[in-house]
């Protein structure tokens, strides 16, 4: 079965570090995604996959911090927009689990399906403007070669 949430070459930022974490959030999703799958329509809540989030909004905040740290042994003039915008993502992913929580919401694949495109279009916009920042500044980047692609338009997808 494909993967959930496959990421692409194309999407490698160039900065080891920060590749490793996107790549390990991306396999929490899959790993969500599969326990929802083997769980299939049942309604009852789903504590595996909601533990599973729990860990996701972890190593979410953690990379957050990372990242942000890189950004700034590398003096980039962007790090408080960019702070600003994980600030508002992690809000978002609180708010999420604190409605599954109370019962006003049920963790569903509609759900997990935008966050997948949450870490998507953070990684593939504000965090490629970051990269292409490191690349324009020579700073030592493993080269990625297909990482060259410029980030398009900030898209800001909030989880609904
Ligand atoms: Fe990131
Ligand atoms: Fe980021």
Not at 6 to 12: G, I, K, P, V, Y
Not at 39 to 50: R, T, V, W
Not at 64 to 79: A, I, N, Q, T, W
Request: hydrophobic fraction near 40%; glycine fraction near 4%; proline fraction near 2%.
């Amino acid at each position: 079965m494909k993967p959930f949430l496959c990421w692409r070459d194309d999407w490698l930022l160039g900065l080891n570090e920060l590749d490793t974490q996107h790549l390990a959030l991306a396999g929490r999703l899959n790993q969500i995604h599969s326990v929802m799958v083997a769980a299939g329509e049942k309604s009852e809540f789903n504590s595996d996959a909601y533990r599973r989030l729990l860990d996701f909004a972890e190593m979410a905040r953690e990379h957050f911090r990372d990242e942000e740290s890189v950004m700034r042994d590398r003096d980039y003039p962007g790090l408080g927009e960019h702070h600003r915008e994980h600030a508002l993502l992690l809000a978002e992913l609180q708010d999420l689990i604190r409605h599954i929580e109370e019962g006003k919401r049920d963790f569903k694949l509609q759900t997990l399906t935008a966050l997948k495109y949450w870490l998507i279009d953070h990684a593939l916009n504000s965090d490629k403007e970051f990269a292409d920042f490191c690349r324009r500044h020579t700073v030592s980047v493993a080269g990625v070669a297909s990482a060259s692609r410029h980030a398009s338009s900030q898209i800001h997808h909030p989880i609904r």
